[in-house]
């Protein structure tokens, strides 16, 4: 069973902020939020990742809660080549992950 | 730069025939895994490995089988076909230096008829 929780669905307006969240109620103190995501049927593409402190890369910003039990991936200014499923997940650095179902994020005109 | 290679790209078995999916990278990476995806769901761990010779079962495992003889190289077995196994596989590598990313392909899409 996925070990993070995502809303099955949401719409964002082009342009606009996309803001993903996910729960990670059983992280525990040495796993890592990775988030990733899945344009069309293809292989998933790595975003980001982070421990406890907010991350910012080219692609998008994590925000983790200071419980770290929820976190957020914003993608600042949404294109319709963003349109994918997102999946986040809690890694430690054995590698051995488990994904959920993800969030299918759809961007509109 | 290949990445992450997967064959065959399709495939339509009879049940009970078997197949290997084949998996190799061109990245020196140690770290490879086998997932596979149904219809609207999301990747299920099927094995991994840790390097040459070492494998370790995933999620949903039963079915398969794999090997890893060589650090390029990470093929999944199906001996005995079945409906259930129906899906896309897709197989990702990772490096050794901490936290790194996976590396996915782009799948196999197998039905079994």
């Known amino acids: 069973d996925a070990k993070t929780t995502q809303p099955p669905s949401m719409d964002c307006a082009e342009g606009r902020a996309a803001n993903l969240p996910c729960n990670h109620s059983t992280i525990s103190g040495n796993e890592y939020v990775y988030w990733y995501r899945q344009i069309h049927s293809q292989g998933p593409q790595y975003i980001i990742h982070?421990?406890?402190n907010n991350e910012t890369n080219e692609m998008a910003s994590l925000i983790i809660t200071e419980d770290r039990k929820s976190s957020t991936l914003i993608l600042p200014h949404a294109t319709l080549r963003d349109t994918a499923v997102y999946y986040c997940?809690?890694?430690?650095?054995?590698?051995?992950?488990?994904f959920g179902d993800g969030t299918t994020l759809t961007v509109k005109p | 730069n290949a990445g992450v290679t997967q064959t065959p790209k399709f495939r339509i078995l009879k049940i009970g025939q078997s197949m290997t999916l084949q998996c190799t990278q061109d990245m020196n990476h140690n770290y490879m895994y086998w997932y596979r995806q149904d219809p609207g769901m999301g990747l299920k761990l099927i094995y991994y490995?840790?390097?040459?010779?070492?494998?370790d079962k995933g999620e949903v495992p039963n079915g398969y089988n794999v090997s890893r003889s060589t650090t390029e190289d990470f093929p999944l077995r199906l001996e005995l076909a079945a409906p259930s196994q129906t899906s896309v596989y897709f197989c990702a590598s990772r490096g050794d230096r901490y936290l790194q990313p996976q590396h996915f392909g782009d799948g196999t899409r197998l039905s079994i008829l």
């Open positions: 982070g421990l406890k």
């Open positions: 997940i809690d890694n430690t650095n054995a590698g051995k992950s488990t």
């Open positions: 490995s840790v390097g040459a010779g070492i494998t």
